[in-house]
């Protein structure tokens, strides 16, 4: 079983649609979590960290259930630019600082 | 500053050839490590560093060698390349708490990445 588990979609919704993707991850002891955008042939980059009483940043929201060890990112009224890959992002128990990956959802927003 | 700069861009080498791939990053960021990404594969961790003189092991080193003389530059050699390595390797760079805590801080800056083709 993968550490860090999303379905690749990918998704295909029109603009102004909400979408949500979920990620789960295996291990319990995990620490942070965050979720990465990565536009095609790019390198990711931090959108935005996820915390257990849950944050919203603008049309974004990032959820946490540590019992159920599930991670969510709701996008709001999507734009033609939210088109990416959105990889859920979290670390290992040690203090290492080191990110496991999971392989990314993919999200194509239509006119 | 100019971020996290990976050289080459691309490169194309036949099975058996050794090459280095340059990371450097000018933020002063203790922890430092190397991904490979391949299609639906995500994001896996080859070596990492945290600090000079410090380095340790991924999910996937066998194949790669690393050296951290320097807190700017991280290289990642290729010993003897093989069809398996072709890749997209990204090089990535985050503050770290203190040398002694060994925790990288959130946010990791990521390279513009090197296409590998092995032949």
């Known amino acids: 079983r993968k550490e860090v588990e999303q379905d690749p979609g990918p998704f295909n919704v029109p603009e102004g649609a909400t979408v949500a993707f979920n990620c789960t991850y295996s291990n319990s002891a995990s620490q942070s979590f965050f979720w990465y955008r990565q536009d095609c042939r790019k390198e990711p980059k931090l959108l935005m960290s996820?915390?257990?009483s849950g944050n919203e940043d603008g049309r974004f929201t990032a959820q946490l259930n540590r019992a159920s060890q599930y991670i969510s990112l709701l996008i709001r009224d999507s734009k033609l630019s939210d088109s990416a890959t959105y990889l859920c992002?979290?670390?290992?128990?040690?203090?290492?600082?080191?990110?496991?990956f999971g392989q990314g959802t993919t999200l194509q927003v239509k006119p | 500053n100019a971020g996290v700069t990976q050289t080459p861009k691309f490169q194309v080498l036949k099975t058996g050839q050794s090459m280095t791939l340059q990371c450097a990053q000018d933020?002063?960021?203790?922890?430092m490590s190397w991904y490979r990404q391949d299609p639906g594969m995500g994001l896996r961790l080859i070596h990492y560093s945290v600090g000079a003189g410090i380095t340790d092991q991924g999910e996937v080193p066998n194949g790669y060698n690393v050296s951290r003389s320097t807190t700017e530059d991280f290289p990642l050699r290729l010993l003897s390349a093989a069809p398996s390595q072709t890749s997209v390797y990204f090089c990535?760079?985050?503050?770290?708490?203190?040398?002694?805590?060994?925790?990288?801080?959130?946010?990791?800056?990521f390279g513009p990445g090197t296409r590998l083709t092995v032949l």
């Open positions: 996820v915390y257990s």
């Open positions: 933020m002063n960021h203790e922890y």
């Open positions: 992002v979290v670390t290992g128990s040690s203090n290492t600082g080191k990110l496991i």
């Open positions: 990535a760079s985050s503050y770290s708490g203190g040398r002694a805590s060994g925790r990288a801080r959130n946010e990791q800056f």
